[in-house]
Each structure stands twice: as C-alpha cells, then as structure tokens.
C-alpha cells in the first residue's frame, strides 16, 4: 500500500527548494526544512523532501540503500529515472556511513554546461562541531566548523579532491531529523595551520 | 556615472487599471465568455495553443480573453504559465493514421482510398463578408449525413510507399526518446526532431513566408500535398503504478504529408522525399508551411545546395519563436536614456570635430 | 466486459470516463460516492503537462510536439487504489475518474457502476462520434465524368 506525501505538494515544495538555497548560500549553517512529508520507514523525511522537491522524470537517480517499499513510493510520487550508474546519476541518496560510490566517479558537469553535474543528498543522523574541518569560501562571513556525524577525514579529502576544477564540481546536503546544511561546490577546506572560528 | 532612476509605479498602476477597461470595452454589452472563445473563434483559440505549445482550449481562450484578442501576447501568457506546472511524463507518440477523420484530401492522387473528404473548409467559399452575421441568432439548420467513412482512413502516401518510390520513414534503431527543447539549449546541428519541434511552437506568419520563398525558388523544391488530415485521436499517458497506457481524452490534431521531388545521390536512388506538418487543432496553413520548411532544411541531409535562408537551419531555427521576437524586438521600449546619451555625446563631439575640419582652410 | 482481462477492463472504463464530459459524469456518478471520510488522498487532484510526441512522417522519429495540461488524482478505499487521469485543467474530473475507478474494482459494486455510469456514457460518446462521422461523410466528393457522346 502506497502512502501520502507533501501534503500539499506545489507549496511544500517550494518552501522546501527555498530552505535547500538558503543552505547552498549559507554553507554549513544548519537550517530546519519547514514541511516534512510522510515517508516510508528507511528514509529520513528530511531526505524525502529534498527528493521529492528535486526529482522528476527527467532526473536520474543512484540511490542503492532505497528499500523496495521506498522505491516504489518515491516513483508514484516523482517518476524519477534510475540512474543506471553513479555515473550517470543527476542526484544521489547516499546514507552517509553505508556502502558508496567513489566521488571521483560522479558526473562533475562540463566547462559549457557546469551545471550538469552531481548533487549528493546524504541521509545523516544529525551534526557536530567537534573534531570537524574548519570550511570557507562564498557564503561564509567567518570560516565556520562543522561535520556531519559519520564524516572523516578521507570522506574530507575526498571531497576536495572533486571540487579542484571550480566551476566543475559536485555539490551536497546533508539532511536528517528535520535539518538541513548545504555544501557547494564553491566551499573549501581551510588549511588547519590558520585560524578557524 | 550611473544614474538608477525610479519612478512611474502610480503611473503603471494606473495604466493597469486602463488596459482592463480598454479590455472590457462597452459595458452595455454582454462580457465574453471563455467557452463562447473557445466555440466560436476556435482558429485563434488552436493557433494560441499551438504557439504557445500549451494544448488546453479553456486556458488559450483565457489568454486570448485577457490579452483583448493580441494572439501573440495570449501566446506569451500561456508560455508563462506552462512554467507553473510539473511535467507528469511523455505521452505515447500519437499515432495519426488511426485518427478519426474530419477531413482528409490529396493534391497528388484524385481517387484515394475512402475519398476526398473536404470537412469543415473555408477553401470552396467566395470569401465575400456575410452581412447576415452581423445579426446573431441566425437559424440552426440540420446537417446532412452520409454512411460514416472507413475507419480509420489508409494513408495516401503507403500507396507510394508500397512501390518503394517515397523513401520509408522509420524510427531509428531503439527509437531514442527526443531531444525537448523546453529544457535544453538549441543547439546546431540540430536534428529533425528538434527542428519539428521548434517548427511546430514556430510563428505561424514567419513559416508561412519562409514557405512561400521555397515555392518562389527560394530552395530548390518542387511540393506536392500528398496528404492533409485533420481529426481525433486519442492521447495515452503510461502509468507506471496502472502497468498500462492510459486514456487522456481526444485531442483534434492536422498532419500535412508533403512529397518533393529528390534526383538520388550515390547512396539513394531517384526518388520522393518528404516534408512533415502536425500541429494541434485545425492548422492546415501552419503544417503545409511547416512541412514546407521542414523539407528546405533537409537541404544537407539530402546534398542540396544549401542557398536560400529557409535551408538555412541557424536563420530559420533562431526566428521562429514569437515570443522571443516579440520580447527582443518591444525591448526596445524600454528606458535607454543611458546609452542614448552615450551616442547622443559621442554625436555632439564628431560634429564639433567635423565643423572644427569644415572651418579649417588647411 | 467481464471477460476482459482485468487490466483491458480497467483500461476501457478508464477510456469511457476520461472521454466523456465531466458534466455528463458528475451526475451519474454522484448518487454512487461513497462517504468523504472513508477516502484516503495519495495524491490530491492537481493539473500538471505530459509532452504530447509524433512521430516523423507518421511513422519515423519521435518527436516533441508540445505540452498538453494533464489532471490526475489517487485515491485509496479500502485497500484498493483508483487512479483518475484527464486532459485538461479541470481537477474535479480527474477527481471523480479516481473515485469511480476504486469504487469499479469492487465486484460488489461494479455491475451497477457498470450498468448506471460506464455503459451509458459509452454510448454517449458512440453516440457523438457516429454522428461527427456521418456529417463528416456527407462532405465526401463524389467524382463523375462528364460523357460527351457515344462514339
């Protein structure tokens, strides 16, 4: 039996985008996202709104930890694509923590078309500040540290290393218990030799 | 120095105001209704829905009622708010030759299966102004019948494709899903189905020239209209949660077939090419002409010389669209006193330059 | 109709309910509603666009021919699901076509469904479509030669 979702899908939806570009804008802030939908167990509703906010048929999904159950829903409520590989892939739904694909292998965008690139959406449990790289770049007043809980410093590096080719690039949420924080592509790491806020 | 200048919001609130007056006109007469838009100017209703590449009749006859009747501005409204709506899917690629036919005729072959059906035409009219409808409420008279036609009607080019003297036209290996240009760039080269799509969104006015510079000699073709139909079909939506197509509902649709002459190449040998026209509702001017162009920019395809701009897939792909013309062209309206004083200045010194020169005896 | 496969049968009262006036569905279908309260919205009516594709020639390449406004509405009754999908902007068909296709999947209620609002929308649109075809038919041209003489 397939349940509900956005309750009212056209507003939900847009506030949700709203919430998710004010999270790009402002980079490793978290923000609350202001409508939850119903969802299936395995996925996070933080999650679920992003998706449903972001995908339609014409969105290419990767997505390996979505159950069955999830899958089916997240079909009759987008009609989303599956990706046939990380390669391929428009959005990813990555549980961070679980089984993934290399970040190097996903689509970085072209020097014409920067914008045809991945966006990771990574379901987590919540955020720290404690032990967390310090980040800086537009949108930052101040560099500011914070993590993702699961997240090390091979995930951190990683990272860097797919966003070396500005504006090629990969861009992230991270979202989970009703928040949300955004890391574009523009973000960095900053040297820990220099002071972080 | 940049001078930001504000202003006028109390005057465009007020011509605001004035453009919906202007728009009811007399209030001692009846306010039209959309559905009496609908019933009544259905060229112009079809001719909104075409351009503005938004196939509902209730919401061109909106448009059309709030841009007074500006066809082009009711296009612009209707683009906008397609912009509003989630895209549900691709409908089954719509299958003409099971259409039921309102009207279907030949300009190459007088005797076809099922007939020269004429439908509902303005062709065999005088075209002299009908005084009797400036008064309304003329008299319904009862419609003659005939034993209803085959069903559906066989199209009148398998005759010719039955002697292999047209060339087939057949989906390419895995029948690959179109490029939409509502969400990709136009780029070049651009294939036939992109080229139809953007044709059929086209400006009805603009093809309708480029075609008829193709007939001058404008592009080295020789037309025939081997078919022209127009009628009902049915769209299907594949639901994936039903396992099945759907039934949307009809949709009136008009297809022109046009058959040109082709010498052979190397490859190929002699025989009839083809220029394609669909278009929704009743356009059969719009999809001769777009069959027309259609076949002009299969000038490279084909190894014609390309010479004339109807061939020419950048000149013709790039102007079709009303709504950006329309937009670029009535940009200009717009507040340039900045770079006019620019030119104004740049005037003023090239003339004191030039008068300095003129009273110089050197 | 009882001998169809269960997704042909599905598949053709859909058909008669999309093709047919929301108008001339409303009131056959009304006396037939069950309770609001007792329906569960999966999906709330709403109006979005299916790309319309033709095919090249009639026959060739897929190609994009425009939008068309799509109304679509889920809904589920006691642990069935009906889905409505209509052209056009008008949410309340679509809303009416999900009802009755979950009320249609009920053996129970289906043969008066089928006797009070399938059938005889059906013929309403036979009907429409048999007269459309026999005015169309009239304007048929009938060639004849003109005979100068016999010999």
Redesign the interface.
């Known amino acids: 039996m397939l349940s509900a979702a956005f309750s009212d899908p056209v507003h939900d939806s847009q506030q949700t985008f709203r919430a998710m570009l004010s999270a790009l804008a402002e980079p490793m802030i978290p923000g609350t996202l202001p409508r939850l939908p119903e969802a299936p167990a395995t996925l996070d509703p933080a999650c679920a709104a992003i998706l449903l906010t972001l995908l339609d048929q014409q969105v290419r999904l990767w997505a390996p930890d979505l159950t069955e159950e999830a899958q089916r829903w997240l079909q009759f409520h987008t009609a989303y694509t599956s990706a046939e590989s990380p390669e391929q892939a428009d959005i990813l739904w990555l549980v961070l923590g679980h089984e993934r694909p290399p970040l190097a292998r996903l689509k970085q965008g072209e020097l014409r078309f920067p914008d045809r690139s991945a966006t990771v959406v990574w379901q987590v449990e919540g955020f720290t500040e404690l032990g967390a790289p310090c980040f800086e770049g537009p949108g930052f007043q101040t560099p500011r540290r914070l993590q993702p809980l699961g997240a090390d410093a091979a995930f951190w590096h990683e990272w860097q290393q797919c966003n070396q080719h500005y504006p090629l690039g990969i861009d992230m949420f991270f979202a989970g218990n009703g928040q949300l924080v955004g890391l574009p592509r523009s973000s960095r790491l900053r040297e820990e030799s220099q002071a972080c806020m | 120095m940049y001078v930001a200048v504000k202003g006028g919001e109390t005057a465009i609130g007020h011509a605001a105001q004035l453009l919906a007056h202007a728009r009811r006109g007399d209030t001692a007469l009846a306010e039209l209704e959309c559905r009496q838009l609908a019933g009544q100017l259905r060229h112009a209703v079809h001719r909104v829905m075409q351009e503005g590449s938004l196939f509902d009749e209730t919401l061109a006859a909106l448009a059309l009622k709030q841009a007074a009747g500006d066809v082009v501005e009711a296009v612009f409204l209707l683009r906008a708010f397609r912009t509003t709506l989630p895209r549900l899917g691709s409908t089954r690629p719509i299958d003409t030759a099971a259409m039921r036919v309102r009207r279907r005729v030949s300009g190459t072959f007088k005797d076809i299966p099922g007939g020269q059906v004429l439908g509902p035409t303005a062709d065999y009219t005088q075209r002299l102004l009908d005084p009797q409808l400036l008064q309304c409420g003329a008299a319904h008279s009862e419609l003659p019948q005939a034993d209803p036609l085959p069903n559906p009607l066989p199209s009148v080019l398998d005759t010719l494709g039955a002697e292999g003297l047209i060339e087939a036209e057949l989906p390419p290996p895995g029948d690959p899903a179109p490029s939409d240009l509502t969400t990709q760039p136009l780029m070049f080269p651009a294939d036939r189905p992109t080229r139809l799509q953007n044709l059929a969104r086209g400006d009805e006015g603009f093809l309708l020239g480029l075609a008829y510079s193709t007939q001058r000699g404008y592009a080295e073709n020789h037309p025939f209209a081997g078919e022209i139909r127009m009628g009902e079909l049915e769209l299907f939506l594949e639901v994936p949660e039903l396992g099945f197509a759907v039934s949307l509902g009809e949709m009136t649709v008009t297809e022109c077939q046009m058959i040109n002459q082709f010498a052979g190449s190397a490859s190929e040998p002699p025989q009839f090419t083809r220029g394609y026209g669909l278009a929704v509702g009743e356009a059969e001017r719009k999809t001769m002409a777009m069959a027309l162009v259609d076949r002009a920019l299969r000038a490279q395809e084909l190894g014609e010389r390309i010479t004339a701009p109807a061939q020419q897939a950048e000149f013709v792909l790039y102007h079709t669209d009303n709504v950006e013309a329309s937009g670029f062209v009535q940009h200009l309206k717009l507040p340039h006193y900045v770079d006019f004083q620019a030119e104004l200045s740049l005037l003023r010194t090239l003339r004191q330059e030039h008068e300095t020169r003129q009273g110089d005896p050197a | 109709m009882t001998h169809l496969h269960p997704?042909a049968a599905?598949?053709h009262w859909?058909?008669i309910l999309?093709?047919s006036h929301v108008d001339a569905l409303a009131p056959r279908l009304v006396p037939h509603l069950p309770d609001e309260s007792r329906l569960?919205?999966?999906?709330?009516p709403?109006?979005?666009?299916?790309?319309?594709?033709?095919?090249?020639?009639?026959?060739?390449?897929?190609?994009?021919?425009?939008?068309?406004?799509?109304s679509?509405a889920?809904v589920?009754l006691d642990?069935r699901?009906g889905?409505g999908?209509?052209?056009?902007?008008d949410i309340e068909h679509a809303r009416l076509i999900a009802i009755a296709d979950v009320l249609l999947q009920d053996p129970e209620r289906y043969p008066t469904l089928q006797r009070e609002v399938i059938t005889p929308l059906e013929l309403a649109i036979q009907a429409r479509?048999?007269?459309?075809?026999?005015?169309?038919?009239?304007?048929?041209?009938?060639?004849f030669t003109m005979v100068r003489g016999e010999d």
Do not use: P, Y
């Open positions: 997704d599905r598949q859909l058909a999309a093709n569960h919205w999966l999906r709330q709403h109006t979005g666009l299916a790309m319309v594709e033709g095919r090249i020639g009639g026959s060739g390449a897929r190609f994009n021919l425009g939008e068309v406004t799509v679509r889920s589920t642990e699901t889905h999908h209509v052209k056009g902007c479509r048999e007269q459309q075809q026999r005015e169309t038919a009239a304007t048929k041209v009938e060639f």
